[in-house]
């Protein structure tokens, strides 16, 4: 259902990829021709260029926050749809067991939450996984032993958050909770 704002994301991402990756090489070129020959015409053709990409790069982020935002609204509004209408057809007896509070915060809390996963950390982590694929190529292209160190110590990004993972699980499920009992006592139940 949304999968041509999804789709109109990808260009997006890989415009703003393409600038954050390319920027290094125009300092490069500032220090090494700008710095080193004195040539002015050069570096003005050089910043000159560096605006309309800057530009593009930010037509291009503002583009895929925008398409994000549309996702995650759009799914959030589906999925309130949905639990409304799951808890219509709900009996009398779940309505007395389960208390007021834990539902607002199921609708309020939880579904804030899933809509910032799409519209805002699941693009940032397919770009962060971009930016480090085409960063670690291009780190072997200019200079293979650092790039060897840096693959070295990758293991490490990826165990840190396998580790803390379940305290913060926890941490998470103990707020929720935390959350009901306040909803609960603002609802009168």
């Known amino acids: 259902m949304y999968w041509l704002q999804g789709l109109l994301i990808v260009p997006a991402m890989l415009l703003q990829l393409a600038f954050e990756v390319l920027l290094p090489f ?3 070129l500032i220090f090494d021709r700008v710095i080193a020959t004195g040539d002015g015409r050069f570096l003005a053709l050089l910043l000159s260029g560096l605006a309309v990409v800057f530009i593009i790069h930010s037509l291009a982020s503002l583009s895929q926050d925008y398409l994000s935002a549309l996702i995650g609204a759009g799914v959030l509004k589906d999925m309130r749809l949905k639990m409304f209408n799951h808890l219509q057809h709900l009996s009398l007896s779940f309505y007395a067991r389960v208390q007021a509070g834990e ?4 609708f ?3 579904l804030t939450d899933i809509e910032r996963a799409i519209a805002i950390d699941f693009p940032k982590g ?3 996984i971009f930016l ?3 960063s670690a190529l291009l780190l072997f ?4 032993r650092l790039a060897l160190v840096t ?3 990758l293991p490490v990004i990826f165990i840190g958050p396998h580790l803390l993972g379940s305290r913060v699980t926890n941490t998470s ?3 929720r909770q935390n959350e009901a009992k306040v909803l609960q006592q603002f609802s009168g139940n």
């Open 141 to 144: 292209v200019v200079e293979q």
């Open 103 to 106: 539902l607002m915060s199921r």
């Open 26 to 28: 125009a300092y490069q």
């Open 126 to 128: 397919i770009y962060n």
């Open 108 to 110: 309020s809390s939880d």
């Open 151 to 153: 693959l070295g110590a």
């Open 173 to 175: 499920y103990r707020l």
């Open 132 to 134: 480090m694929i085409i």
